[in-house]
T-cell receptor, first 113, second 116 residues
Framework: GEDVEQSLFLSVREGDSSVINCTYT??????LYWYKQEPGAGLQLLTY???NMDMKQDQRLTVLLNKKDKHLSLRIADTQTGDSAIYFC?????????????WGLGTSLAVNP | NAGVMQNPRHLVRRRGQEARLRCSPM?????VYWYRQLPEEGLKFMVY????????ESGMPKERFSAEFPKEGPSILRIQQVVRGDSAAYFC??????????????FGQGTRLTVV
């Protein structure tokens, strides 16, 4: 089965909050990441959280980590049309230099005006 | 400081030809990672290289695929005798060589390979 699961689609109205969810199976992950991919573009790191944290906030972005339930979420406040993209949850398998990341399939966020 | 540079951005190959994908890491980065993004499978780790060394190639297909990161020049992902199933976006990421802390891997814009 999949190591990292995300719902594939999310649609919100401009100005609302978006919550993108991710569940995973490997409890040994050290860092958990959220990446953004716009059409035809590369992958942009949005934020990350270390596994001993519960929450991290960075401007409009809030990351919540529930280690017990192995659940990670990304909340985007005041969602804008420019936030339309695919959002990937990714986990590092090992600490240190090997950034061998395990990825979800991505959640496609559509922001409607 | 330019980001991770991948070229070409788009590559079309006929079945049976060879594809060579290049990745120049960010300045000062000595670690390179290759990922493949297939439409139905999402991103998958392929290989992790340091200068002149392959550290982890557990995600590389056993045949036709090879990667190198020479002392001078870009990292190359080489696919011999391409087949339609190789059509995908191939992403390269690089990171610096600091130990003991989270070091972000910066991604290139990818090479989109289409096999016809």
């Amino acid at each position: 089965g999949e190591d990292v699961e995300q719902s594939l689609f999310l649609s919100v109205r401009e100005g609302d909050s978006s919550v993108i969810n991710c569940t995973y199976t490997d409890s040994s992950s050290t860092y958990l990441y959220w990446y953004k991919q716009e059409p035809g573009a590369g992958l942009q790191l949005l934020t990350y959280i270390f596994s001993n944290m519960d929450m991290k906030q960075d401007q409009r972005l809030t990351v919540l980590l529930n280690k017990k339930d192995k659940h990670l979420s990304l909340r985007i406040a005041d969602t804008q049309t420019g936030d339309s993209a695919i959002y990937f949850c990714a986990l590092s398998r090992n600490a240190g230099n090997n950034r061998k990341l395990i990825w979800g399939l991505g959640t496609s966020l559509a922001v409607n005006p | 400081n330019a980001g991770v540079m991948q070229n070409p951005r788009h590559l079309v190959r006929r079945r049976g030809q060879e594809a060579r994908l290049r990745c120049s890491p960010m300045k000062g980065h000595s670690h390179v990672y290759w990922y493949r993004q297939l439409p139905e499978e999402g991103l998958k780790f392929m290989v992790y290289l340091q200068k002149e060394n392959i550290i982890d190639e557990s995600g590389m297909p056993k045949e036709r695929f090879s990667a190198e990161f020479p002392k001078e020049g870009p990292s190359i992902l080489r696919i011999q005798q391409v087949v339609r199933g190789d059509s995908a976006a191939y992403f390269c990421a690089s990171s610096p060589s600091r130990q003991g802390q989270n070091t972000e891997a910066f991604f290139g814009q990818g090479t989109r390979l289409t096999v016809v």
